[in-house]
Nanobody
Framework: HVQLVESGGGSVQAGGSLRLSCAAS?????MGWFRQAPGKEREGVAA????????VYADSVKGRFTISRDNAKNTVYLQMNSLKPEDTAMYFC???????????????????WGRGTQVTVS
């Protein structure tokens, strides 16, 4: 069983930056960052392959967000630049299991979830 803990959220002005971190309790396979705003469905923001060599992004964050990972530290990051008010949401990291699909950023493809960290952009 994988435990995930997110950190790095906070309040920032539009145009600012934040870096989210997700610490895993053990080695993980493909990982993703998701977000959920009040009254909206959870959406996949970015995902990264086990080795870190492949990444995918939602169109709404391409060119502004960067997902990366440090497998030696069992940690995944989400660097968020040029933040907009519409980026305001609870951000969750998630881990898939071996062999599961990951590059379509679907909630159902990820088995383990953190509790989230709030990002507020004003």
């Amino acid at each position: 069983h994988v435990q995930l803990v997110e950190s790095g959220g906070g309040s920032v002005q539009a145009g600012g930056s934040l870096r989210l971190s997700c610490a895993a309790s053990t080695y993980t396979y493909n990982m993703g960052w998701f977000r959920q705003a009040p009254g909206k469905e959870r959406e996949g923001v970015a995902a990264i392959s086990t080795g870190g060599g492949a990444t995918v992004y939602a169109d709404s964050v391409k060119g502004r967000f960067t997902i990366s990972r440090d497998n030696a530290k069992n940690t995944v990051y989400l660097q968020m630049n040029s933040l907009k008010p519409e980026d305001t949401a609870m951000y969750f990291c998630a881990a898939s299991v071996l062999g599961a699909s990951w590059d379509k950023r679907r909630v159902a493809d990820f088995a383990y979830w953190g509790r989230g960290t709030q990002v507020t952009v004003s």
